[in-house]
């Protein structure tokens, strides 16, 4: 970042905090340099330090971001010129004359309330993982060091590395349990290395009963961070302290991740989440929805609009609690119950949004491979069960993710007529109501096709 920007941010917070405040503040205030995502910035003395950092950090920080995302911290502190000026002694422990605003504070370190295993959902997608971590609160995990979770966004990693810490820390009210994200792992290094607190570090990290760091994935790539995080690891380990890690792929997935770190990641447990079904989209729908209802939220919802949610987000939880907030949000202000037809409208931008991508050409591509039937196979005329239920999926899906007509779509499926498409679709459906398989099939086509 070049002093030119930090002059425009300037001029912005001179708009937002008026002339008088800017001349008595911010005008003293110099941007020194960018390093490691930490913005050092430095103002003529203790109490300048303390002012600026505590009323205009946040608003600073904010606007740097806006022009440089990778920025996510302040370093203030008092300008050499000043303190030697000043004769201030630096080894007064009392004056305090650096400053950090960001989120990599650990004495900040947050576990949010809400994650704890009373509000996780468990089903069929998820039950492993949830074992996993609760047996660590047991200490039935001895033999499954590191545990390590993965899967995609919105899953429910962090929701269960929450929940973990909370109930370690209660039940074992001695013992210290650090959780963070790699993230934040990465810049107190590097922090450290610049501070030459290295060794407050190490201590730091060394001296838990359990680390959890978060989002493994962060630190990829970046070598000196992997090298600290595998000594620090060793450490732990070799002293028997557990560690839970997650990350976005399976170990040996993560590129850019070194092979000694890759290993001992294998040799621990390995769970992975995936993508809620049906069924527990419903139930995490029904649960979050009764929370709102005690919570004093004042909407109601009528019969098939969770069901309508679960059919159509089924990415992850997070989507799914999205939508739910924004039916409940917006049935507040219509004042009546909501009904599915209004949660089709409220939810349409983003419904549409994921059909706009998927084409006819797709689905069949999508659908012949996950039943692992020819693309020909699949429109062709052959009657066999193993060729008709794919086909009929296949149609089923055209005709809920497309705006195609039935006209068309049976042309595109190997030149059918329109009854033989509104056949498909209806078998499907029935298939749906009979077992459950045949939902979950589809399900997985619905998410890869939208991937
Ligand atoms: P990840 O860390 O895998 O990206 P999170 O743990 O942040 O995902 O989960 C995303 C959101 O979905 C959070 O609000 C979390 O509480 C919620 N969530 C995920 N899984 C469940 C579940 N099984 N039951 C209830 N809420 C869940
Ligand atoms: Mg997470």
């Known amino acids: 970042m070049k002093n030119d920007i930090w002059n425009k941010i300037k001029e912005c917070l001179k708009e937002e905090i008026g002339a ?12 020194k340099t960018l390093e490691g995502g930490i913005a050092f910035l430095e103002a003529p003395s203790n109490f300048h330090v303390e002012w600026v950092s505590q009323y205009y950090g946040e608003s600073i920080l904010r606007l740097l971001k806006e022009r440089d995302p990778s920025i996510i911290r302040l370093h203030f502190s008092v300008s050499k010129s000043a303190k030697s000026s000043a004769g201030t002694d630096q080894s007064d422990a009392n004056a305090r004359d650096e400053f950090e605003i960001g989120i990599s504070n650990r ?3 947050y576990l949010h309330p ?8 468990v089903g069929e997608s998820n ?3 949830y074992h996993a971590a609760c047996s660590i609160v047991q200490g039935g995990l001895k033999n499954y060091n590191p545990l390590y979770f993965h899967g995609g966004v919105g899953l429910g990693k962090t929701h269960l590395m929450h929940a973990a810490a909370w109930a370690l820390r209660s039940k074992y009210q001695n013992s210290t349990v650090m959780y963070l994200s790699a993230e934040q792992f990465m810049y107190e290094f590097v922090y450290a290395l610049k501070f030459k607190k290295i060794f407050e570090f190490k201590e730091s990290f060394r001296s838990v009963d359990v680390l959890m760091i978060d989002d493994l994935q962060f630190i990829a790539g970046k070598e000196s961070t992997q090298n600290e995080f595998f000594h620090t690891f060793n450490a732990l380990f070799d002293q028997g302290k557990q560690i839970v890690l997650s990350g976005n792929r399976s170990p040996a997935k993560i590129d850019g991740m070194s092979d000694r770190i890759i290993s001992r990641l294998q040799s621990g447990l390995v769970v992975d989440l995936h993508p809620a079904d ?3 989209r419903l139930k995490i729908l029904k649960y979050k929805y009764d929370q709102f209802i005690k919570t004093g939220g004042g909407v109601k919802v009528e019969e098939g609009v969770l069901e309508f949610i679960a059919r159509h987000f089924s990415r992850n939880v997070r989507e799914l609690e999205g939508a739910l907030n924004r039916v409940t949000a917006t049935g507040f202000l219509m004042r009546r119950p909501v009904a599915e037809a209004d949660a089709k409208q409220m939810l349409s931008d983003f419904i549409k949004e994921s059909d706009r991508r998927v084409a006819l ?3 069949m591509r999508q659908v012949a491979a996950y039943f692992d039937v020819s693309v020909s196979e699949l429109i062709g005329s052959n009657r066999a069960r ?14 809920e993710l497309t705006h195609h007509s039935l006209p068309e779509i049976g042309r595109f499926f190997g030149g059918k007529d329109h009854t033989s498409v509104i056949y498909a679709i209806n078998r499907t459906k029935k298939l749906i109501g009979d077992d459950s398989g045949t939902e979950n099939d589809i399900d997985i086509i619905r998410r890869n096709l939208s991937d």
Do not use: C
């Not at 809400?114 to 959902?121: E, I, M, Y």
């Open 20 to 31: 008088s405040n800017y001349k008595n503040w911010l005008y003293a205030v110099q941007f």
């Open 107 to 109: 004495k900040k370190e």
């Open 114 to 121: 809400n994650l704890t295993f009373d509000s996780f959902v």
């Open 127 to 129: 039950k492993i993982a």
């Open 278 to 280: 049906y069924e527990l």
């Open 361 to 363: 050409d797709e689905i």
């Open 386 to 399: 193993i060729y008709t239920r794919p086909r009929h999926i296949a149609m089923f899906l055209a005709k």
